[in-house]
């Protein structure tokens, strides 16, 4: 045996033996020069032996029954000990949904729920006002007007607030708006206590300084968010938030109007509106805009390339809802049942929500317009349900029950209109296209209002008129040009 392996078997022999300690042993092995097993070319040499000579290993790493003789290692490594996943990696989470990814965007909530509580106004004051009036010796026609004066005004006023948005901002344009409709909105049982006219003048005041916070937030979300698909979710919120509104609005202000009074609801409104534009207006995206480059371009031309189609879209839904609201005043007063007034809108906006929702998870890419005309479609068909259901059952639970069906596709239908105009609006105008929509359901929504109060004793009240209105929303999305519609992407 060589020296060196001659010597290593002695020192392994005296460390078995003897107990030397393994720190001694190894420090002796250190300075022993390392033989070469591989030659330059990486090849295995062949072992070379003298003739008649043999390896012969020292009887203390062989011999078994010698006491702390060496028994050679199992030519099969144990499996490695892994290390916890703690120490190793982060467990993996779980994809989360789109709606969850923009919901921990900063501001996101915020801006959802304030925007939420500043637009009730919009929804509880027509149907205060219709209360007021037929509770001051005054016809149900005639809350109805007056009903339908605050939504059109407030409708017609949203394209000029729009394109002040776009210039200055919503700090500017609806921190003073805010203030002074919340004002109006004190003063209006007063005003309707001693004259009709002053009803009227009262309730269009209101609706001119009515801050835009709806085409604020919508236009809004490219500045908070960058990515296409959390901002189709955003818009999926929005109208899911819409549908809170509804909900909530209606139910609030027959709640009130039937334990305290018709005041008592017009002043919550007040103390909600502004409540909402405080936490919109002083939060941060909110007090950092800055105004977008404004192209040279008519606002009447935004409206008649592209726009004026889906301005008619949904300008037959706000006449479907809007003759809902008296529809479901009509039917508390038959019934003596107050309630009536805020559920049949509630249970209408439960399955807007419900579709939402929905909508949030099984919108599949393709084109806007497919999705338009699909949507419009389901929401004809839809309002036949409560339409048959009240004339076999009025006031019924199944009547009231079968609003939730229009209420689905409703959501289909506005929110593909909301995504057209998000991609196809310019940089400088997007307030103000956003606006000419709320125009067009808030004008539809007055002219429901209005026929449905002119028609109440007609047999074209009732169910009927909303499903004209519907009938409305489907030949204007049919005639909706397909090259105007995105494609919508997952």
């Known amino acids: 045996m060589p020296a060196d392996g001659q010597e290593t078997a002695e020192l392994l022999e005296r460390w078995l033996e003897h107990g030397t300690s393994l720190t001694d042993t190894v420090d002796a092995l250190a300075p022993l020069p390392r033989r070469q097993t591989h030659t330059p070319a990486c090849r295995p040499r062949a072992a070379t032996r003298a003739p008649g000579k043999t390896n012969r290993t020292p009887p203390a790493l062989t011999d078994p029954h010698r006491v702390g003789s060496f028994r050679p290692f199992p030519t099969e490594s144990p499996p490695p000990i892994s290390a916890p996943r703690s120490a190793e990696q982060p467990a993996p989470t779980p994809p989360r949904g789109p709606l969850r990814v923009v919901l921990a965007r900063p501001h996101v909530v915020r801006l959802l729920a304030a925007t939420v509580v500043g637009r009730l106004p919009t929804v509880m004051v027509p149907v205060a006002v219709i209360l007021l009036i037929t509770t001051t010796s005054g016809t149900l026609a005639t809350g109805g007007l007056i009903g339908a004066v605050y939504s059109l005004t407030a ?6 607030k729009g394109r002040l948005l776009d210039r200055y901002g919503p700090v500017r344009v609806s921190g003073p708006g805010a203030a002074l409709h919340a004002a109006t909105l004190l003063a209006l049982p007063y005003a309707a206590s001693t004259h009709r006219t002053g009803a009227a003048a009262a309730a269009m005041f209101a609706a001119l300084t009515a801050p835009p916070l709806e085409a604020g937030l919508r ?7 960058t990515d296409p698909g959390e901002r189709r979710a955003a818009v999926v919120l929005d109208s899911t938030c819409s549908g809170l509104v509804f909900i909530t609005g209606p139910l609030l202000t027959g709640a009130l109007a039937a334990v305290h009074s018709p005041d008592a609801a017009l002043t919550m409104a007040a103390v909600l509106g502004a409540a909402g534009a405080a936490g919109v207006l002083t939060s941060v995206p909110a007090r950092s805009w800055r105004p977008a480059s404004r192209p040279v371009r008519a606002s009447g031309r935004l409206l008649t390339t592209w726009l004026g189609g889906l301005v008619a879209v949904l300008t037959g839904t706000g006449l479907a809802t809007g003759a809902m609201n008296v529809w479901a005043v009509q039917l508390a007063d038959e019934n003596n049942d107050p309630a009536l007034t805020g559920l049949v809108p509630a249970v209408f906006s439960l399955g807007a929500l419900i579709g939402s929702v929905l909508l949030a998870h099984r919108l599949h890419p393709g084109g806007a317009r497919r999705h338009l005309v699909a949507g ?39 929110t593909s209109v909301v995504l057209t105009v998000q991609a196809l609006a310019p940089a400088g105008r997007r307030a103000e296209a956003y606006a000419w929509l709320i125009l067009a ?9 209005a026929l449905a109060g002119a028609l109440s004793a ?9 499903a004209l209105g519907a009938a409305l929303t489907l030949a204007a999305a049919l005639r909706t040009p397909a090259h105007t519609a995105p494609n919508i992407r997952s």
């Open 441 to 449: 359901g808030g004008s539809g929504h007055a002219l429901g209002t």
């Open 458 to 466: 007609h047999p074209l009240g009732g169910p009927v008129l909303p």
């Open 376 to 414: 419009a479609a389901g929401l004809q068909a839809a309002w036949f349900v409560p339409l048959l259901a009240a004339h076999h059952q009025p006031a019924s639970s199944v009547t009231v029950a079968a609003m939730a069906a229009p209420g689905l596709f409703h959501t289909v239908v506005t």
């Open 155 to 160: 409708a017609l006023s949203q394209p000029a």
């Open 219 to 225: 236009a809004l979300w490219p500045r908070i968010l």
